[in-house]
């Protein structure tokens, strides 16, 4: 059985960091990309980053470049998401998600997801 834990969310003021972890289990994910998604409150699921397991290619949504770094730990079957220079807008549950896929920042195209960790910037 697949599970995707996320943690490392909370509360944080404008202009700080916080990074999220994604541990995952239950299978092989070296053919799997490993993304993040976030929700915010009325808007839809939107892609934020994206890592391919195996060679370790990232992706970024342009609302998050230079401020966000998705990284993986393959001895600990972990992905990682470090959030810098935070914003309001970037207010959302954050999700991780894995799929065989070539549609890297479409939400349908991902297979598994976490349950989702609350991230809150404070102006």
């Known amino acids: 059985q697949v599970q995707l834990v996320e943690s490392g969310g909370g509360l944080v003021q404008a202009g700080g960091s916080l990074r999220l972890s994604c541990a995952a289990s239950?299978?092989?994910?070296?053919?799997?990309?490993m993304g993040w998604f976030r929700q915010a409150p009325g808007k839809e699921r939107e892609f934020v980053a994206a890592?391919?397991?195996?060679?370790?290619?990232?992706y970024y949504a342009d609302s998050v470049k230079g401020r966000f770094t998705i990284s993986r730990d393959n001895a600990k079957n972990t992905v990682y998401l470090q959030m810098n220079s935070l914003k309001p807008e970037d207010t959302a549950v954050y999700y991780c998600a894995a799929a065989v896929v070539a549609a890297i920042a479409t939400p349908s195209a991902y297979d598994y997801w976490g349950q989702g960790t609350q991230v809150t910037v404070s102006s």
């Open positions: 239950g299978r092989t994910f070296s053919r799997y990309v």
């Open positions: 890592i391919r397991w195996s060679g370790g290619r990232t």
